[in-house]
């Protein structure tokens, strides 16, 4: 898989060398576990979930885990083209290699995806078409609670926390593999691991009318699989070492878990329900883990997740602490699903301190009214309020979240909509963003709405198509999920198994990454739909209470008549408080021997801080490196990233710019094309403190990745201007595809060589006898080509060549392309 790298978009992400990673000796371990994210690499590097797996198990000597993502479409191409298998990231090995191969299931369209990884690794894609000799195929994550619509194609699920059980049943593997034993026996050896659910050993039974009749149970003492929850995270095991990717991920930031769970109840909300009780970090805990991760990534964001991060307990006294921590090394704090009434001056005050972006709040419904129903408890004017403070900080933006098609919604609550954001434009006097975004209401498993019915395409369009036209008048803009995506969220989140067999017509069909929406392909599904003679709107309707759902066998821990009452509650508008900071509901999930809450409130607390140097005086040094092997892959863009993380993870003190977005004052002489190698790049860094050229590199090279070497530093002065080369020499390898010599002669024989190419809807032209100073032929197929660099600007060198020698851009990637010198 590697050797197509050179002809795809993106190659960064599939090189798998990223600063800490782990590479064992596969001759020295006992499994090789692949933990594969469905979607795009930039998804995957995102999720923290997927980070602590891969600390846990390669903590394990016994264990070689590593990474395999959703390969995109070109990729996907090249390895039908070639039929080479899919392999992980860090030792190329192939899928089908593989011991264990877990899936993280985090919504349910991916599970086109899932097939599709299995099929590009050359795995059977049902489970019974599996022996032996197959990997082990498991999925966990929030769609494991109601698993059963892709359930044939996986051997089972981890119900609950991963990171109690994953280790079982790595266990269990090899005690099974190592007396030989059938794959039947291995499944049934996993249903003794607390919170593994194994599909097969229950059957679906449905009535006439497409109901369930009954679910058979298949093993005996296999009833029920309860939902497995770490007791302390304190106590949990948390990466230090997380990898950073080369490229830019959805979430480029350090994330650190704060809090897993919540108890606001709101009724929509399934990870409310399925991660309960709530389970606050201790904040020397948390202290310790951002200090000791922000020293081995480098990273210049920390992010504190929770699911309503605002209710973190100890926030406001640990807030002041942390800032002087954080903004002493140029590192700002997001605080991501605020929740409206938990935050105030003093906080926004301490998370400005570095860089200011915006926020984000989720009303989900804009009548009291409503929010009761849904049990959200906030009140618009704490909304108001906070708005008013948000905009007298100049914070520059403020998103909205809502719902349509709320239970007990009426079309006031969609006008409502509307006129809520225009009170807030207004209030903002139209000088900040104001920003809806809007989604369809999706009933979920194990939630008081999961017996409700979802609206249709149709009702959804029309309330988006209003919204859109409120929004022009009143000047805000507007988002929102495309409805056909939020219908087939709805048929999977509360389907049955026997929508598999549409998942792989839809997957024949060619359906992929069906949660982009540049991707997505509704028509697709609708055959498939037809093909499966399925009706999908069964799946959307209204639910009895006395109907057996789906998911009868999975008990997250919530007791199904403390979820109907909630659903009672909604009809009345009566709201239920958090029993975090109140009454217990009972809601079934404490036993308070075992689990029960875990705040840490009114606690005091000691952080030790680093002492401040003090301010020291500005120096900037020039660097000189070189760009070789895998480091040709990486965009320039990428290079800025990584020399700067790596800047800061060797401690220098870096200069910024003033602003609300300050940046590193990094600058580099030229912009080299990915692909192309060079021994002789340069780049200008200002730092705090004066430092021995030497010490420079001996700093600075242990912290790049492989390809990146500094070979030489000296001091300039902070007024020298890095400027770009007049000439710069390439040698040229042509070995792979042959040097046609006769293109060299035709170039020299030209009085002109136009080159001309459509940049920004203008055609630019260049003639490259201009710019070609000469191409000498060397020995093997070689050449050596010197490009001039006039002010005005010049073009790359793979432009250059492929025009001089017709070349297509697959062969351009073929050669070896390596700048040598460059003259000023």
Known sequence: MKDLIPYIKGPSRYLGNEINTIHKDLNKIEVKFALCFPDLYEVGMSHLGLQILYYILNQDPRIAAERVFAPDIDMEKKLRKYNIPLCTLESNIPLKDCDIVGFSLQHELCFTNVLNILNLGHIPLYSRQRNENHPLIIGGGPISVNPEPISPFLDGFIVGDGEEVILEIVNVYLSWKKEGGKREELLKDLTKIPGFYLPFAFYPRYHLDGTIKEIEELLPHYHKVKRQIIKDLDSAPFPTFPIIPYNKPIHDRLS??????????????????????????SPQKIFKLIEESIKNTGYEEVSLLSLSIGDYCPLKDFLPSLMDELSSKEVALSLPSLRVGTIDKEIMEQISRVRRTGFTFAPEAATQQLRNRINKKIKEEDLFKTAEEIFAKKWPSLKLYFMIGLPGETEEDIKAIAELAKQLAKLGRYKYQITVSLSTFVPKPHTPFQWEHQISIQESQEKIKFLRKMAWRYGFRIRWHAPEQSFLEGIFSRG????????????????????????????????????????????????????????????????????????????????????????????????????????HKGEKFDLTLEKSQGELEKHKYRLTFSKIDNARFFSHLELINIFHRAFRRAGLKLVYSKGFHPLPRISFALALPVGVESLIETVDVEVYGKYDEGDLLGKINPHLPQGLHITHAMEVPLETTLCPPSTQRFIIDFSPIGLNREKIKEFYKKESFVWQ????????????????????????????????????????????????????????????????????
């Not at 017509?505 to 069906?514: P, T």
């Not at 909604?570 to 509901?585: P, V, W």
């Not at 055609?763 to 005005?792: H, R, T, W």
Request: with cysteine; glycine share 6%; aromatic share 10%.
């Open 256 to 281: 650190i878990e704060v809090t897993r769970g919540c108890t606001h109840g709101c009724r929509f909300c399934q990870a409310g329900f399925i991660y309960r009780p709530v389970r606050e970090r």
């Open 496 to 599: 049955d198994r026997r929508l598999h067999e549409v998942i792989l017509r839809a997957w024949l069909k060619g359906a992929r990454f069906d949660g982009w929406r540049d991707k997505f392909k509704f028509e697709l599904w609708k055959a498939a739909f037809e093909d499966a003679r399925l009706n999908p709107y069964f799946y959307l309707v209204e639910r009895s209470k006395d109907e057996i759902l789906p998911w009868e066998k999975i008990d997250i821990g919530v007791n199904i008549e403390f979820l109907w009452q909630e659903r009672l509650k909604s009809q009345q508008g009566e709201i239920t408080s958090d029993c975090r900071f109140g009454t217990c509901h009972q809601c079934g999930v404490c036993d308070f021997k075992n689990v029960s809450p875990i705040i």
């Open 757 to 824: 190419k459509l940049r920004n809807q203008k055609v630019k032209q260049v003639d490259l006898k201009k710019l070609v100073k000469y191409i000498k032929e060397k020995k093997n197929e070689k050449i050596e080509v010197a490009l001039y660099m006039p002010p005005e600007g010049s073009i790359k060198i793979t432009e250059a060549i492929s025009t001089i020698f017709s070349l297509k851009e697959e062969d351009i990637a073929r050669l070896q392309i390596l700048k040598v010198g460059i003259e000023m």
